[in-house]
């Protein structure tokens, strides 16, 4: 037990210095100094079954054929502005549920963080799928999540100019918020009338000032993006 104990304690170490030592993300159009105001857009929704269907195709999660499409999307809107983007790797910090399934309905929040490469700079969209995937495998057998969850634990029990330089320090290191959220399988109705479509947009902290939303509803998926005023 003792050799068990230690050994978790070095993996939660090596985590925890990872993070604090992670170099700032690149500098693009995407980051820069926040305004006030925010703009919020939405995409049509994708088939959810057409989603799967490609996750099997490439013996992947459909997290993964999401995250690799917002990458995806990022690229184009990088040309768009004219950005150079070739090898380009952006972060995104992704929420990691840690609250188990039993534990579903209480309140309060119980998740950790991990900081997730969109491979914007991938031409090939198969080859980025193929990247985002193995990211996303890495950060499944590492304890990331669970050294955030803590951090942030620790953080909010710290003065507000500790506070303040922490938040700024993780800030600096990712340029946008992505979550997927899993939603009601079976449609929901309001006032008899059949609830169509559903997004939200996710908040962002510090100095992050893009958001990527997915949720799935029925048999789709929907996007949602919200951005500072200042930069998109």
């Known amino acids: 037990l003792a050799a068990v104990l230690a050994n978790e304690g070095k993996e939660i170490a090596r985590?925890?210095?990872?993070?604090?030592?992670?170099?700032?993300?690149?500098?693009?159009?995407?980051k820069g100094r926040l305004g006030v105001s925010k703009r919020v857009a939405w995409a049509e929704p994708l088939d959810l079954n057409e989603v799967k269907a490609v996750s099997r195709a490439f013996q992947c999660t459909v997290n993964d054929v999401l995250m690799a499409s917002a990458a995806g999307a990022l690229r184009s809107y990088l040309l768009d502005r004219g950005e150079p983007i070739d090898g380009l790797t952006l972060r995104a910090t992704v929420p990691v549920n840690l609250r188990p399934l039993k534990h579903a309905k209480k309140l309060g929040n119980h998740f950790g963080l991990v900081f997730l490469g969109l491979p914007v700079g991938e031409e090939n969209p198969v080859r980025r799928l193929e990247r985002v995937a193995a990211h996303m495998h890495e950060l499944k057998g590492s304890r990331q999540a669970i050294v955030s969850f803590g951090l942030l634990a620790a953080l909010g029990m710290a003065?507000?100019?500790?506070?303040?330089i922490a938040l700024e320090l993780f800030s600096r290191k990712a340029t946008a918020v992505a979550t997927n959220v899993p939603g009601p399988k079976m449609p929901l109705y309001l006032a008899g009338q059949k609830m169509r479509e559903m997004m939200f947009w996710v908040p962002?902290?510090?100095?992050?000032g893009v958001g990527i939303s997915i949720l799935s509803y029925e048999s789709h998926v929907h996007f949602g993006l919200i951005g500072d005023g200042r930069l998109m």
């Open 15 to 30: 985590e925890l210095a990872n993070a604090v030592i992670l170099p700032d993300d690149p500098q693009t159009v995407l």
């Open 204 to 208: 962002q902290t510090g100095g992050i």
């Open 159 to 164: 003065p507000a100019g500790i506070q303040r």
